[in-house]
């Protein structure tokens, strides 16, 4: 296959960018090595490029602000887990009723008392969400 130096040309910002797939990379290599010249012009360009790059500065106190974002996230995270089993704890609640020593009777609470514990129960599902999205945020960001 004959690749003309235009489609080169077209190809090199993506191949500066390392953005190119290793067959596009392998073709550029290969057409630079029968091209010095382009080949002396890439390399300066890429110096260039390279040249180019500042990072941006960072304040000195970002560690201690990140360490100190990351303890309240994950204080809000252990309460909202503490809270979450005690109102799942209150709105699953069982009676049991004895005689002779044997278990005749049991049943939710939850039937005879529906706004109380049913309130206890929509509060256990907000504790839930909120942790889970505190915790899938704290671990995208390899807090946890």
């Known amino acids: ?4 130096r235009e489609v080169i040309l077209d190809l090199l910002p993506v191949y500066l960018a390392g953005e190119a797939s290793a067959s ?4 550029i290599e290969e057409y630079l090595q029968q091209d010095p010249e382009l080949a002396r ?3 300066t360009r890429a110096a260039e490029n390279l040249a180019t790059i500042t990072h941006a500065p960072l304040s000195p106190d970002i560690e201690l602000r990140s360490l100190k974002r ?3 996230l994950i204080g809000w995270q252990r ?8 109102f799942t704890a209150l709105a699953l609640s069982l009676q049991f009723s004895y005689e ?14 529906p706004q109380q ?10 504790c839930w969400t ?12 390899k807090l946890s």
């Open 100 to 113: 002779n020593g044997r278990v005749t009777q049991f049943h939710f609470l939850i039937i005879d008392y």
């Open 79 to 86: 309460w909202l887990f503490g809270l979450g089993i005690t």
């Open 41 to 43: 012009h890439v390399r």
């Open 117 to 126: 514990l049913g309130s206890f129960a929509i509060l256990a599902i907000i």
């Open 70 to 72: 990351a303890r309240v």
């Open 24 to 27: 596009t990379c392998a073709l």
């Open 1 to 4: 296959m004959n690749v003309t």
């Open 130 to 141: 909120g942790y889970y999205l505190l915790r899938r945020r704290l671990h995208s960001a």
